[in-house]
């Protein structure tokens, strides 16, 4: 995945009306960089910042001043900001920090084939030998008892959440 980058608007929720321009770039480890054209926050940060960029809303939460800001004074004062946000939310205008944004979560983890294919159901047949004599078995019942499979746990980078894989299994007759 190639690195993001937003060009856009941003202001901050409680002054929707003060917008300045800027770019938000997202590396491949998803570690964000918002570099306005002025002051939007006097480099204090922002708990809650709003964006229109490539004609897509945009919410930073936990917005910090960043390195890279600079003021020039000379014959023209210019202002550039730089921050980088605890969290990206590309496709809503939240109004808080606290708002819930998702209904749930969706994680990938990968190398997990074998983990994923096992059923957590121990089936066996049973057969018994043919009255006949011979050395022929005939089938008489398959038992099946389920057992739990361990889960499988993930840190999720830059962040303090951690995410558990578990297994539950529903027998129907």
Known sequence: MDELRMVGKWWLSETPEVRVGGVLEIDTNGRSRLELTDSLAADMGAKVVHGAAD?????????????????????????VEVF???????????????????DGLEV????????TQRTGIDRRSFYKADEDGS??????????????????????KESEETVTLGWTGLLHG
């Open 55 to 79: 004609g897509r809303h945009v919410t930073l939460l936990e917005c910090l001043p960043a390195n890279g800001g600079k003021i020039t004074v000379g014959e023209q004062y210019t202002v």
């Open 108 to 115: 990938e983890l990968a190398n997990l084939t074998a983990w």
């Open 84 to 102: 980088r946000s605890r969290v990206v939310l590309v496709g809503v205008h939240l109004g808080s920090e606290d708002e819930q944004a998702f």
């Open 135 to 156: 050395d022929k078995l005939k089938f008489r019942r398959i038992t099946v008892d389920p057992s739990e499979l361990d889960s499988v746990s993930a840190q999720l």
